[in-house]
C-alpha cells in the first residue's frame, strides 16, 4: 500500500486540506484515513463500503427498486427535465463546480429553477451580503492574526470539528504564536454547547433574541447606556464581552444556523455585519458564515458569475431571476409550482419539511449521490455516482470563499459515473431532445 499525503476532506466547509490516506498499490481500495475527525474519516471510508450501490435503480409501482443502466438513467432525467414546464434543480452543494457548472447549462436549457442547500441554511447570510456587504477574511488571516474569537449561534466541536484547532482557538500562527492562551474566546448560543464550554465568556442569549443582544453590543462599544437585561443577558456581561472585542488586535465573528435559521433570519445578519463594522472603529475585525456542506460556497460563486445571483435562482423566463421566499425550493414545492425535481449532491428527504418531501414523491424526479438516503428513497430514479474529492478531483471553495482543488486518491468501482460526467451526458441528449 502507500499514502497520498495533502488530500482534502470533502465533507464540511472547513476543506481541511492535510488529510492522509492509505490506498493499495493499484489504487483500487482505500485503507486508512489520518488527521481527519470522526466524520470525514467516514466520508472517505464509507465509499469502501461493501454494500455500496453502483448502479442506477428505478422504483416501480410496488415499492420495489429495478437496476437500470446508466443510458437509460440518462435518457429519463433528459426527458423528465424536457418535458417539464418548470423543473426544480436542487442541491449542488456537495459536488465540484465542474458538475454546477453544466447544471447551470442544462438549467438554462430547460428553463429549470436552480437552487442549492443555502436556501434551509446561510441563504440569509447572502441576502444580508448584499444589502450592506461584508468585511470578511480568509482562515489564514484568522489563524495568524485573530486573537479574538467569537461564534454566534454555532458550535464547530460538532459541525466542523477540525475548525478551531486549524484555524480558530488552537493553532500558533505568525502573530499568534500563543496559541490558545493568546486568544480570548466569546461563544453567543443559548445552550451550552462543547463549543460554549471551552470559551473565556458564555452568553447564554434567550432563544430568537439574537437581533437585540447584536444592537445592544453597538450600544455597549460605545460605552451607551444599556437596560440591566437585554435577551436574558445582564448589561455588565455585555459591557464585558464587548471590551474584550474591541481590545483584541483582531477579531473574527463566526456566525451559523443558530443566527441565520432563528426569527429575524437576514435582519440578524444585517446586524452582526453592523456589529462587526462597528468594532472596526476600535480594532481591525470581519466576519464569516460557518458554511455546512464543503461546496455550496462553490455553487454560489459558479452561479454568482453565471447569473448574478447565488442561490433560489429562476430561469423558468429565458432569463435569471431572484426573489428568495419565491424563487426558493420549499416555497415552489409547497405552492406546487414545480412539476419535476432532480436532487444533486444533497439531502433534502432529511431536511426539508415533511409537506416538501412529499411533494418530491409526487413528482417525477431523480436523485443523484453515491449515498442512499433519505431523498434517494423518496425520488422514482436514483443515479449512485463516485465521491468527489475521493474518487475524482474537481474545484472546491472553502467556507472563506478560497478555491481548492480537491483530490482523487482512489478508483470508483469499475464502471461508475461522476457528476460532472452523468450530467455532461444528460445536457447532451437534452440538445438531442430539443434539436439544439
Ligand atoms: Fe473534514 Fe470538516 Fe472534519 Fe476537516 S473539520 S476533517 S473538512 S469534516
Known amino acids: 500500500s502507500r499514502t497520498v499525503t495533502d488530500v482534502i476532506c470533502p465533507f464540511c466547509g472547513t476543506l481541511c486540506d492535510d488529510i492522509e490516506v492509505v490506498v493499495s498499490d493499484d489504487g483500487k481500495e482505500l485503507h486508512e484515513v489520518y488527521n481527519a475527525c470522526a466524520i470525514g474519516a467516514e466520508k472517505f471510508l464509507h465509499s469502501q463500503a461493501k454494500d455500496r450501490i453502483t448502479r442506477p435503480r428505478m422504483r416501480q409501482e410496488d415499492g420495489s427498486w429495478k437496476e437500470i443502466t446508466y443510458d437509460e438513467a440518462i435518457d429519463y432525467t433528459a426527458r423528465m427535465l424536457v418535458n417539464a414546464k418548470k423543473p426544480l434543480m436542487y442541491g449542488w452543494s ?59 449561534g454555532c458550535n464547530p466541536a460538532h459541525a466542523h470539528p477540525r475548525h478551531m484547532s486549524r484555524y480558530s482557538i488552537f493553532p500558533r500562527g505568525f502573530f499568534t504564536g500563543k496559541g490558545h ?123 454568482g458569475w453565471l447569473f448574478g445571483f447565488p442561490y433560489a435562482v429562476d430561469l423558468s423566463r429565458g432569463f435569471a431571476r431572484y426573489n428568495p421566499g419565491d424563487t426558493t425550493a420549499n416555497d415552489l414545492l409547497r405552492r406546487d409550482e414545480v412539476d419535476a425535481v ?23 424526479s431523480v436523485a443523484i449521490d453515491p449515498h442512499e438516503t433519505p431523498t434517494t428513497e423518496v425520488c422514482r ?16 471553495y472553502r467556507m472563506d470563499n478560497v478555491p481548492i482543488e480537491t483530490r482523487k486518491v482512489v478508483e470508483p468501482p469499475e464502471g461508475m459515473m461522476t457528476d460532472e460526467e452523468f450530467l455532461g451526458r444528460v445536457l447532451a441528449r437534452i440538445k438531442e431532445l430539443q434539436g439544439v
Not at 456537495?94 to 454546477?100: L, P, V
Not at 447551470?104 to 451580503?129: F, K, M, P, Q, W
Not at 430514479?381 to 472546491?396: K, M, N
Request: proline share 4%; hydrophobic share 40%; net charge negative.
Open 94 to 152: 456537495s459536488t465540484n463546480c465542474e458538475a454546477q457548472a453544466i447544471g447551470s447549462e442544462i438549467g438554462e436549457l430547460v428553463g429549470a429553477v436552480v437552487d442549492n442547500t443555502a436556501t434551509v441554511c446561510h441563504g440569509t447570510s447572502l441576502i444580508a451580503v448584499q444589502d450592506i456587504g461584508i468585511p470578511s477574511c480568509t482562515l489564514g488571516e484568522v489563524k495568524n492574526r485573530a486573537d479574538r474569537i467569537l461564534f454566534w
Open 181 to 303: 492562551t493568546g486568544r480570548k474566546v466569546i461563544v453567543v448560543d443559548p445552550r451550552r454547547t462543547d463549543t460554549a464550554k471551552i470559551a473565556d465568556i458564555h452568553l447564554q442569549v434567550e432563544q430568537g433574541r439574537d437581533y437585540e443582544l447584536f444592537d445592544a453590543f453597538r450600544v455597549a462599544f460605545k460605552g451607551e447606556h444599556l437596560p440591566d437585561v437585554v435577551a436574558g443577558i445582564p448589561k455588565e456581561k455585555i459591557y464585558e464581552a464587548a471590551e474584550t472585542l474591541k481590545s483584541g488586535r483582531f477579531a473574527i465573528i463566526f456566525f451559523g444556523m443558530g443566527v441565520t435559521q432563528s426569527l429575524g433570519k437576514n435582519h440578524n445578519i444585517d446586524a452582526a455585519i453592523a456589529v462587526t463594522r462597528d468594532l472596526n472603529e476600535y480594532t481591525k475585525a470581519a466576519i464569516m458564515p460557518m458554511r455546512g456542506h464543503y461546496n455550496v460556497t462553490g455553487s454560489g460563486q459558479v452561479w
Open 342 to 364: 432532480l436532487v444533486i449532491a444533497s439531502d433534502p428527504g432529511a431536511h426539508f419539511p415533511f409537506s416538501s418531501v412529499k411533494k418530491i414523491y409526487d413528482l417525477p
Open 381 to 396: 430514479v436514483h443515479v449512485p455516482v463516485a465521491f468527489v474529492g475521493i474518487e475524482v478531483g474537481g474545484c472546491a
